[in-house]
């Protein structure tokens, strides 16, 4: 299986700052790379799929990059709404994983 | 907008089934394309995918739970649904059913429902 690493497993920052949530691969997997965001007590939400595609309804202000093994979720200004804990998922066959998580809070 | 809601039995005693079962509102289960999958969080734990079933009836399953698990549709009532045998402890978890329409991504997903399995 392949394994999907986050980085940090949490952060806080100030709201308007620039934030960037880290996602490695142990194996390369192309451009076959999804985040979700998971709000407490919602249902999770589909934000990027293929590393950079922003799905249909989310704000701008996320954005997706990345090929292979590394790859970055970026919250251009971070909002009091994007608290949440944030999931990468790889999806090159089954079993598809996913990492364990970050959360983000504001300070 | 699709809508999924999952229901079952928030409790179930070791050695017991574990059946759930995922509604869908605003799309059909036999959408030309479709994927409905099962996925699973155990307490403080990442989130596992449990396999999905195609809207053909062809089935996925994750290889550590394929022995374990059983996915069905029922056309007649718009839903999905999970079975697993036996159950023990290790089945704990919040259990998610979501959808797959454009790839092996999913775009929507139910609340969750809790499931604890103890005597």
């Known amino acids: 299986d392949i394994q999907m690493t986050q980085s940090p497993s949490s952060l806080s920052a100030p709201v308007g700052d620039r934030v960037t949530i880290t996602c490695r691969a142990s194996?390369?997997?192309?451009?076959?790379l999804a985040w979700y965001q998971h709000k407490p007590g919602r249902v999770p939400k589909l934000l990027i799929y293929s590393a950079s595609t922003l799905q249909s309804g989310v704000p701008s202000r996320f954005s997706g990059s990345g090929s292979g093994t590394d790859f970055t979720l970026t919250i251009s200004s971070l909002q009091p709404e994007d608290v949440a804990i944030y999931y990468c998922q790889e999806f090159t066959g089954v079993p598809y994983t996913f990492g364990q998580g970050t959360k983000v809070e504001i300070k | 907008q699709v809508q999924l809601q999952e229901s079952g039995p928030g409790l179930v005693k070791p050695s017991q089934t574990l059946s759930l079962s995922c509604t869908v509102s605003g799309a059909s289960i036999t959408n030309a394309g479709a994927y409905w999958t099962w996925i699973r969080q155990h307490p403080g734990k990442g989130l596992e995918w449990i396999g999905y079933?195609?809207?053909?009836?062809?089935?996925y399953y994750n290889p550590s739970l394929e022995s374990r698990v059983t996915l069905s549709l029922d056309t007649s009532k718009n839903q999905f649904s999970l079975r697993v045998p036996s159950v023990t402890a290790a089945d704990t978890a919040i259990y998610y059913c979501a959808s797959a329409f454009e790839g092996y991504y999913f775009d929507f997903w139910g609340q969750g429902t809790p499931v604890t399995v103890s005597s």
């Open positions: 079933i195609h809207y053909t009836g062809k089935t």
């Open positions: 194996q390369g997997i192309s451009n076959y």
